[in-house]
């Protein structure tokens, strides 16, 4: 026992706590239960909810503050989520059992008008002046309506330090009627920032903290808009951005009086980050950052009591037994025995691959809607949200994997023109949304590519390391020494923005081919015809058997 935990130590990281400190969390996507399949992320909510009353307690035993910080996207990815009807009943409550000091919304909360009426009349409520959201509006009694507040003011209890928060979400547009997102850029130019900016200044403000479901890479540039703007009158005031939204780790140093954190996604990771208030010198010196693994070993590790869970973490643990036995989440349905199926840890050719399973093998089982024998069944690789590991599949799984309940439409066209559609549609990088969130970040996957080759040449000269488990080694401003525990890196293969399954028979090139594909991408799909030169025939309607039930079909009948 000893021994294992003196190798498992080996691999940890410390934080390093300081005047202020955070606890950041984005895009956990319902994940509260934890990650069934892989001890790495197996942490409920519950054991985080121990964790951060520990690290606060700890914190304030020295003097020092902590504060909680939730960046948006709770809904989408998890049958805890989805599964209920609206989307959002069980698991909102588990979620608001964490006591953030500030709590914003992501696009995730606004696609559909009952997901944003919750957070205007359930979730900003439960949070008061907790909640704060400036770019977002909902109509309700006539008038627009702030969801929470604009923006928060307060001192912290106890390094006396006056906080500014602002909240901002990303340019979004696929917004449900009935809710109105401000781009940052015309933000900042409305009256309530402009007042904003004459009632508080460096003569009051000690701190602003900046909590965006937006990417905080430079490439993005939102946050560097708001950047200059607030360096305006905040020549010096330290300042802390908070983001999200592409689903990765990262951590940017703007100047050096301001940093930006970004906490990964699916309660994998929970971000924290400390700040020294008084060191003269900028850097390592100032800041700290550590992505942390979200389970409740590490969380146990870096609360270092004797008792871990406490009264409130036992009660949200029962809470989540409930609820996953009331929603059947966990009733078996099939087993994965043969291997982890991987989006991108393995090249889409590749046995294990997620994508080569769903086109090879599950997809063929959308039942004909035609007579065409012929068929193509086109995906985007973003309609697929997570792999699908080794063990009990669930009900919980489909949700997990492929949440996405979109319609089958399709169209007839000769197979010459057919084949060339896919290849079409991955000729154009610049469809982001089409790929999973995690993969538009393409020179961090590069970097880590590179890294890990070179890493690959360093093992062999540390022969006694301590055994690494897979996971993320994330690349930033700071270096790699950010995750808190050290992994073997895993190497994300760059995946493309469509794949597709072919049922196909004959040599003739004229032969009229079902072309099927989500009514998600018909336009990207009539786009890449017109590429083509070929007039489109209108699409009609397929199938409603999305690829989770697919994909329930075949593990439930075939050995996987
Ligand atoms: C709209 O009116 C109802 C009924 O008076 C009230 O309960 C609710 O709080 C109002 N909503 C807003 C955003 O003011
Ligand atoms: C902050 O940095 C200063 C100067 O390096 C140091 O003296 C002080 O102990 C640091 N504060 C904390 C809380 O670590
Ligand atoms: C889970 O299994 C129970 C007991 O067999 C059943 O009553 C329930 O309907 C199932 N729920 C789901 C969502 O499959
Ligand atoms: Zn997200
Ligand atoms: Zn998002």
Redesign the pocket.
Same mark, same amino acid.
């Given at each position: 026992m000893l021994l294992l935990f003196v190798a498992v130590a080996a691999a940890i990281r410390s934080l390093?706590?300081?005047?202020v400190n955070f606890l950041h969390t984005t895009d956990t996507h319902g994940w509260y239960l934890g990650h069934q399949n892989q001890p790495v992320y197996s942490g409920d909510w519950g054991d985080f909810v121990s964790f951060a009353a520990h690290l606060k307690q700890t914190a304030h035993e %020295?003097g020092?503050d902590l504060l909680l910080v939730d960046s948006g996207d709770r809904h989408d990815g998890n049958g805890l989520s989805d599964i209920t009807v609206p989307n959002g009943v069980v698991l909102m409550p588990i979620f608001m059992r964490q006591h953030y000091d500030i709590v914003t919304l992501g696009n995730h909360e606004l696609y559909l008008l009952d997901a944003a009426l919750q957070e205007a009349h359930q979730v900003a409520p439960h949070y008061a002046n907790h909640y704060v959201c400036s770019n977002v509006e909902y109509w309700e009694n006539g008038t627009w309506n702030v969801f929470g507040q604009r923006y928060r003011y307060f001192t912290t209890p106890q390094q006396k330090l006056r906080v500014l928060a602002l909240l901002f979400l990303f340019d979004f547009t696929r917004n449900a009627k009935g809710t109105k997102v401000t781009p940052i850029e015309r933000a900042v130019k409305e009256r309530w920032f402009e007042d904003l900016l004459v009632e508080y200044g460096p003569d009051n403000v000690d701190l602003i903290v900046v909590v965006g479901h937006v990417p905080v890479d430079r490439k993005w540039n939102e946050l560097g808009l708001l950047h200059a703007k607030l360096r305006l009158r905040f020549p010096e005031t330290k300042v802390q951005y908070f983001g999200g939204h592409s689903h990765i780790r990262d951590f940017v140093v703007y100047d050096d009086h301001l940093t930006a954190l970004q906490s990964g996604r699916f309660c994998e990771t929970v971000g924290f980050l400390s700040i020294?208030?008084?060191?003269?010198?900028p850097g390592r010196? %100032?800041y700290f950052r550590s992505y942390i693994d979200f389970n409740r070993e590490l969380f146990e590790f870096h609360s270092n009591k004797d008792k871990f869970d406490t009264d409130e973490g036992m009660q949200v643990k029962r809470q989540i037994a409930v609820a996953r036995e009331q929603l059947g989440l966990d009733n078996v349905t099939g087993h994965v025995t043969d291997a982890n199926y991987y989006m991108d840890y393995v090249p889409l050719s590749h046995p294990k691959n997620l994508y080569k399973l769903l086109t090879d093998r599950v997809l063929p089982l959308l039942p004909r809607a035609t007579a065409l024998e012929q068929r193509l069944i086109i995906i985007n690789t973003g309609s697929v949200r997570y792999d699908l590991y080794k063990g009990p599949y669930t009900v919980d799984t489909h949700y997990i994997v492929s949440p996405f309940q979109n319609d089958w439409v399709s169209i007839q066209v000769p197979k010459d023109v057919a084949l060339q559609i896919a290849p079409k549609l991955n000729e154009a990088p610049y469809i982001a949304y089409m790929r999973p969130p995690h993969q538009r970040n393409e020179a961090q996957l590069l970097a880590a590519a590179n890294a890990k080759r070179h890493a690959g040449d360093a093992q062999v000269v540390m022969g006694a390391a301590p055994k690494l488990t897979k996971g993320y080694v994330t690349y930033d401003d700071f270096g790699h020494d950010g995750d808190d525990t050290e992994h073997k890196a895993v190497v994300q293969f760059p995946i493309p923005n469509v794949v597709q399954s072919q049922e196909l028979c004959g040599l003739d090139p004229k032969e009229l081919v079902e072309v099927v594909f989500y009514s998600f991408i018909e336009p990207n799909v009539r786009w890449a015809l017109a590429e083509l030169g070929h007039k489109a025939p209108a699409a009609n309607f397929y199938s409603r058997r999305y690829l989770g039930l697919l994909l329930n079909d075949y593990v439930a009948t075939h050995q996987v």
């Amino acid at each position: 026992m000893l021994l294992l935990f003196v190798a498992v130590a080996a691999a940890i990281r410390s934080l390093s706590l300081s005047d202020v400190n955070f606890l950041h969390t984005t895009d956990t996507h319902g994940w509260y239960l934890g990650h069934q399949n892989q001890p790495v992320y197996s942490g409920d909510w519950g054991d985080f909810v121990s964790f951060a009353a520990h690290l606060k307690q700890t914190a304030h035993e %020295r003097g020092q503050d902590l504060l909680l910080v939730d960046s948006g996207d709770r809904h989408d990815g998890n049958g805890l989520s989805d599964i209920t009807v609206p989307n959002g009943v069980v698991l909102m409550p588990i979620f608001m059992r964490q006591h953030y000091d500030i709590v914003t919304l992501g696009n995730h909360e606004l696609y559909l008008l009952d997901a944003a009426l919750q957070e205007a009349h359930q979730v900003a409520p439960h949070y008061a002046n907790h909640y704060v959201c400036s770019n977002v509006e909902y109509w309700e009694n006539g008038t627009w309506n702030v969801f929470g507040q604009r923006y928060r003011y307060f001192t912290t209890p106890q390094q006396k330090l006056r906080v500014l928060a602002l909240l901002f979400l990303f340019d979004f547009t696929r917004n449900a009627k009935g809710t109105k997102v401000t781009p940052i850029e015309r933000a900042v130019k409305e009256r309530w920032f402009e007042d904003l900016l004459v009632e508080y200044g460096p003569d009051n403000v000690d701190l602003i903290v900046v909590v965006g479901h937006v990417p905080v890479d430079r490439k993005w540039n939102e946050l560097g808009l708001l950047h200059a703007k607030l360096r305006l009158r905040f020549p010096e005031t330290k300042v802390q951005y908070f983001g999200g939204h592409s689903h990765i780790r990262d951590f940017v140093v703007y100047d050096d009086h301001l940093t930006a954190l970004q906490s990964g996604r699916f309660c994998e990771t929970v971000g924290f980050l400390s700040i020294n208030m008084t060191s003269p010198n900028p850097g390592r010196s %100032r800041y700290f950052r550590s992505y942390i693994d979200f389970n409740r070993e590490l969380f146990e590790f870096h609360s270092n009591k004797d008792k871990f869970d406490t009264d409130e973490g036992m009660q949200v643990k029962r809470q989540i037994a409930v609820a996953r036995e009331q929603l059947g989440l966990d009733n078996v349905t099939g087993h994965v025995t043969d291997a982890n199926y991987y989006m991108d840890y393995v090249p889409l050719s590749h046995p294990k691959n997620l994508y080569k399973l769903l086109t090879d093998r599950v997809l063929p089982l959308l039942p004909r809607a035609t007579a065409l024998e012929q068929r193509l069944i086109i995906i985007n690789t973003g309609s697929v949200r997570y792999d699908l590991y080794k063990g009990p599949y669930t009900v919980d799984t489909h949700y997990i994997v492929s949440p996405f309940q979109n319609d089958w439409v399709s169209i007839q066209v000769p197979k010459d023109v057919a084949l060339q559609i896919a290849p079409k549609l991955n000729e154009a990088p610049y469809i982001a949304y089409m790929r999973p969130p995690h993969q538009r970040n393409e020179a961090q996957l590069l970097a880590a590519a590179n890294a890990k080759r070179h890493a690959g040449d360093a093992q062999v000269v540390m022969g006694a390391a301590p055994k690494l488990t897979k996971g993320y080694v994330t690349y930033d401003d700071f270096g790699h020494d950010g995750d808190d525990t050290e992994h073997k890196a895993v190497v994300q293969f760059p995946i493309p923005n469509v794949v597709q399954s072919q049922e196909l028979c004959g040599l003739d090139p004229k032969e009229l081919v079902e072309v099927v594909f989500y009514s998600f991408i018909e336009p990207n799909v009539r786009w890449a015809l017109a590429e083509l030169g070929h007039k489109a025939p209108a699409a009609n309607f397929y199938s409603r058997r999305y690829l989770g039930l697919l994909l329930n079909d075949y593990v439930a009948t075939h050995q996987v």
